[in-house]
């Protein structure tokens, strides 16, 4: 069976000469025999994973598109992200709200308890109705901006970084809040 694109006449000649057994059993001996030792090339191999993880950890920082993890580039993830970080989220005061809820429970008085049980109930529905808000308005600007483009877990990906603290996002935001991304 030819797998070729296209059939080629078995008569053609294949435009260089056939290699000698012994040439070519050099030249393999050659490209498998480096000079390095197997010791070396691990020690080379965890170098070079070292420095990328390090562009990347700086890609991090300074929002270098170039040296980004996968799952933060591209122009539709730029802007998801520059959408999370231009509002204010009410997802990412959660831990904040938290300590605060879970000292408030812990003190011995009912109706502080009650109160805090109260304000889990109510920060979990404003968390759940920002997340919706936030998730149907970036889907219709990705839908306006990136007509023709990939926008699969774009607003999944907003959505867990509207989760974390700003400070603490990475990649660092690139757009004060307020800013039209």
Known sequence: MNFSKQPRDPQAPKG???PKRSEA???RRSVANTSMTRKEAAKRQREERRS????QRQALASGDERYLPARDKGPVRRFARDFVDSRFNIAEFFLPMAVVILVLSMVRVAALQNIALLLWLVVI???VLDSFVTAFRLKK???E???GENKRGAVAYALMRSLQMRRLRLPKPQVKRGERP
Not at 52 to 55: G, P
């Open 16 to 18: 260089r000469p056939t």
């Open 141 to 143: 600007q990705l839908n």
């Open 125 to 127: 529905v404003l968390i």
């Open 145 to 147: 901006r990136f007509a």
């Open 25 to 27: 059993q050099s030249q």
């Open 52 to 55: 990328a993880l390090e562009r």
